[in-house]
């Protein structure tokens, strides 16, 4: 089994998502946002509950990173670690006093790992020092889609901090080594960047405030989305077949022209954002041309140096049979039904789950590419969508 133990809800505790293994051991959000997926999972607006204590969900992580990567080597894979997917780790008490025990947890099990956060909450000075002290490389991504100051209807509400509480939350992190603030940008739609003069003065703020870097994600749709709630809030025109992310291109490029002209990093995938902040070579080769670089990578404003330290590193060198050999039994197919494409991709014969996607990018920088992708989460996702002709 890929997932970690399941929850009632059928929420895993431990599961692969696209840049990092997420560890949720609370669900349940304070905050009311129309846009996110723990709408249709009666998780939103609701006291976040634990479901196993900081202790146990560091044991289960441990046994999970054992089952599936006692054949390599940590310098081969050093996946990050995100806490609470299905929760805000800084929107309560109780959830802020879990994520400190979390982290001296991992440090007691030697799990060496980058720890990552998102929240739309507050990180007290006192708390950061104390995650500091413990030596963990932690990157704490405020998420901030700056709606409140754009779009007419609100489309977050609770206990979520305003455009200006974001931008004055950096300052907390001052001094401290181990812990980088990343702005999550999210989502980003026209109205929500309404031109390119509000955005030079955005990206403009977010550098002076402290950030090291933003990342861009389009609006989520699809299963899991409630999109009826993204229309009363116009946010979506009416309803939409897609089944990922939409994209206002405009709004981008409005982002990409002030970040150029601030040198301030935007970035589209959290990976990079991660690489910048723990001064690593990006781990997933978004930026391989094979991989959509021209899209994720390339339009990018990423200083000289980080793109140099990421051309530098190249995909794994030497071939696939062994790592294909081992995704054909946890996939429980033939090797036959796996075939290897140029730049570390695989095309495969049938349904393929989006955690087995993910695990085989961490663990082999393998990409998977197969006929279709059984959804365990309410978005589909980076990778496992390109074309598969090579």
Known sequence: MINGQASPRGIPVISEHDTWITVDPVVGCPANCSYCYLGPLGLKARRPEARVSPRRAVEM??????STRADITEHSDATPVCLGNYTDMLMSDSNREFLLSFAREMVHAKIVRPLVVVSKGYMPRTLAESLNALDVTIAVFHSQSFHRTTVGVRTETGPVLTP???LRACAVYTGLDNMTPVHFWRPITRKSVPSAAWAMDTVRRLKESGYRCSVAIGLAVGVGIAQEELIDRGLLDGPSAA?????DRAAWEDILSAAEAVDYPVYRSTSCAIALATRQPEALGVWDRRRGADEKCAPCNCPTPQRALCESKGLQSG?????????ADQLGRDPSRLHELPGRRVSVEGDVPQSMISLALHKYQIELLPESISSERAWLGSFGKGDTHG
């Open 164 to 166: 200006d509480q974001t």
């Open 319 to 327: 071939g696939v049979e062994r790592p294909l050999a081992w995704l």
């Open 61 to 66: 992580l441990s046994e999970y990173l054992a």
């Open 243 to 247: 089944a990922g992310e939409i994209w």
